[in-house]
């Protein structure tokens, strides 16, 4: 795993380890599996962050299967007579956090799928006061490009590749939409490094010690912690 999870996180929930050592197999394949319907996984650790004045940050985060997010913003507005317990948790939950991390599928993007922001716009009616930051998830495709336009690896310019990402995505009427509607936010690209199978497909890239190669996350962990 990156350097940030083995060196910098302290006191790891047991949902967050179970998913760190599953990456953590020696494996060519994806194999965290998706958030079942019924299930919901708590996420969190500290880390510690500065130098001169250290402090330790905590970041909590509740892990949900997408099927919530069509109810979650009449959850929010105080209707969760068909969601029960788990529901109204993620409710409780979305509405008590100081951030809110909305994620944009760049895999759908590339391949024209939609990117499926409708609920965004409700839940962003239903909040108010929080901070929102616009998480570009699966950007290793957008790494690609950017290599092969500008020939920079994204970790050594990592700004002007985030500044890339978002204008690619801009090209989505939708996304643009959700962009405007929280002016303060900003995209951040994270991805796994990534490689082609003998069968074109992409899969997980390791290192010489046989971990995953994360791009994009200890700059996200640095926003979340300010």
Known sequence: ?????????????????????????????????????????????????????RENVTISALDYAGEHLTRLPDALDGDQDEGGEQLAKIATEVQAANTLILLIDAERY????????????????????????LVATKSDIFADMFWEEYEQAPQDAFEEFRKYVESQLT????????????????????????????NGERIPYRDDTGSVVTVGFKQLLSKLGR
């Not at 939609?114 to 929080?130: M, R």
């Open 1 to 53: 795993m990156s350097d940030i999870t083995r060196q910098s996180t302290i006191n790891p929930s047991q949902d967050l380890m179970e998913l760190i050592e599953n990456l953590d197999k020696d494996t060519s394949k994806w194999i965290v599996e998706a958030t079942g319907q019924n299930e919901l996984r708590n996420l969190e650790f500290k880390y510690v962050r500065g130098s001169l004045f």
């Open 171 to 198: 090209n989505s009427e939708q996304f643009e939409s959700l962009l405007r509607q929280t002016p303060t936010s900003e995209v951040h690209p994270v991805y796994y490094e990534t490689e082609f199978n003998e």
């Open 110 to 133: 590339i391949n024209n799928d939609g990117l499926h922001l409708a609920e965004y716009f409700a839940i962003l009616d239903s909040v108010k006061n929080q901070d929102v930051i």
